[in-house]
């Protein structure tokens, strides 16, 4: 899971600190610096919640469609600690990331500092609906909806992973969801049904959601999971 190492590393940043006020602790000052106290730094994840926190946003199995049971292995979340913020990738996108979970990442970002997944599929899974959340230091929520925005006139057309068929892509703003939303519809004429992707701002947060459950290219779907997610989150 991509949460392990980045939290051995917060760890080991954490703990920075207090070692060095250990080995300073020591040391003499003259005047009256002594007694004078350092600015205390504004702390970057003010306000955001934490991975246990979001787990609770993510919507419930009753926002699913019938028929669609939870994933055992497709849940998890960064916990009560926050992540180290991971910079962005300038890479040129890899566009079939868009065809799996944590597809966030095809904006460049591995993910936020603290984060909450987990999906849904039919008994031969052949239905999908996956959701994450993710929180973000400062303005980056909002960097990531505006490169989500750009990879989807990147890969308006790639080759897909397992059919190797052609799919197109289309993409959209979206009202109604959130403080700013974007959709993506992915199609293929190998596929008996497409994909819909949507991701939604909240604030700091970024929900993104896959479906590939319904005859609508799994758009009712993904748009009442999403709705249920962002409701939770205020």
């Not at 999906?119 to 490169?147: C, L, P, R, S, W």
């Not at 609508?216 to 205020?234: C, H, I, Q």
Request: neutral net charge; charged residues 20%.
């Amino acid at each position: 899971m991509r949460f392990s190492p980045r939290v051995a590393t917060l760890l080991a940043v954490a703990a920075l600190p207090l070692a060095l006020t250990a080995c300073s602790s020591g040391s003499s000052v003259d005047g009256g610096s002594a007694n004078a106290k350092p600015a205390k730094a504004k702390d970057p994840n003010a306000g955001l919640s934490t991975g246990t926190q979001l787990k609770k946003a993510l919507a419930p199995a009753s926002a699913f469609p019938a028929g669609l049971t939870i994933e055992a292995d497709g849940s998890s979340d960064s916990g009560g600690e926050f992540l180290s913020p991971s910079a962005r990738s300038t890479a040129k996108p890899d566009c079939t990331r868009l065809e799996g979970t944590s597809w966030i990442q095809v904006s460049g970002f591995k993910g936020g500092v603290s984060f909450a997944q987990n999906d849904y599929a039919n008994h031969d899974k052949t239905q999908e609906v996956a959701q994450e959340i993710d929180a973000f230091q400062g303005t980056t929520a909002a960097t990531v909806m505006k490169e989500l925005r750009t990879v989807a006139g990147e890969c308006a057309t790639f080759t897909d992973t397992d059919a190797h068929a052609k799919v197109k892509l289309t993409g959209r703003s979206t009202t109604g969801l959130g403080d700013e939303a974007y959709t993506m519809t992915l199609t293929s004429g190998a596929w008996e049904n497409g994909t819909t992707l949507i991701a939604a701002r909240s604030g700091g947060s970024v929900v993104t959601v896959l479906s590939t459950a319904g005859g609508d290219n799994g758009a009712a779907a993904a748009k009442k999971v999403t709705t249920t997610a962002l409701a939770a989150l205020k």
